[in-house]
């Protein structure tokens, strides 16, 4: 809950599966860091592009 929320694409109430807790929590990657790279590899990123994509960045 709170502001961090938005930031990952979630609202008050959203269902989270086990695997975006995982990769939120436990790697500290977007929670829908799959689709991302995915997405990311289907417009012609590398790789390292598309999981960077998926990873916040140093504050």
Do not use: C, F, K, W
Request: charged share 25%; net charge neutral; proline share 7%.
């Amino acid at each position: 809950m709170g502001r961090g929320l938005a930031a990952v694409g979630l609202t008050a109430g959203d269902v989270v599966t086990e695997r975006q807790a995982e990769l939120l929590l436990g790697e500290g990657r977007h929670p829908d860091a799959y689709r991302i790279e995915r997405e990311r590899l289907a417009e012609g990123n590398s790789p390292a592009q598309a999981r960077r994509a998926t990873v916040p960045a140093p504050q």
